[in-house]
């Protein structure tokens, strides 16, 4: 059983609400969740050698929404490495938006390739303009992407 931490970022809540339906299924399925509350980095730094998964839909021109964006900008800042952190992005966006579709899950997927983090298996990127039930995309993703990282243990080359 893994520890998992969500970082969600929503602005009407359709992130959100993705968020707690795989909060859900993870802990019907034993694994322990805890939402990432805190913009201090060290959050972040603290479940290092955990399971991080970032779910957030964009907002702007490709921007984070606010309750993430903080969290953002001061692990850019901080720019702890992190090498022993798996994580996940499920990123939600509409695609009529074009270059920025999913900016915001593409922007913190990069900050923790750059930061030495694994990311499991492909970002899921999920479009408004597809789908009205953010929620059964990503519950159908979920199970192979754990099987993914049941395979890549902590710290696995
Ligand atoms: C003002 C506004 C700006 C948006 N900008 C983008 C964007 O740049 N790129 C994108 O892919 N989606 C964009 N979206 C679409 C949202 O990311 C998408 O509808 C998402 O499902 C909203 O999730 P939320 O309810 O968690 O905020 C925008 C939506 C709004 C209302």
């Not at 993430?68 to 990123?91: C, E, N, S, T, W």
């Not at 039930?133 to 049941?150: D, F, G, I």
């Amino acid at each position: 059983m893994a520890a998992f931490y969500l970082a969600v970022g929503s602005v009407y809540g359709a992130a959100e609400h993705v968020a707690e339906q795989l909060e859900a299924k993870l802990t019907q399925q034993g694994h322990s969740v805890q939402w990432i509350e805190s913009d201090d980095p060290e959050s972040i730094v603290a479940v290092a050698s955990d399971v991080l998964m970032v779910i957030t839909s964009t907002t702007g021109s490709g921007d984070l929404p606010d309750n993430l964006a903080p969290l953002f900008y001061a692990l850019k800042d901080r720019f702890p490495m992190l090498p022993g952190l798996r994580y996940g992005v499920i990123a939600l966006g509409d695609s009529s938006y074009g270059e920025t579709f999913c900016g915001a899950g593409r922007q913190f997927d990069e900050l923790l390739t750059e930061l030495g983090a694994r990311r499991i298996g492909e970002r899921l990127q999920i479009d408004a303009c597809e789908t009205f039930a953010p929620e059964e995309e990503a519950l159908k993703w979920l199970p192979q992407w754990l099987a993914q990282l049941e395979r890549q243990p902590v710290n696995a080359e």
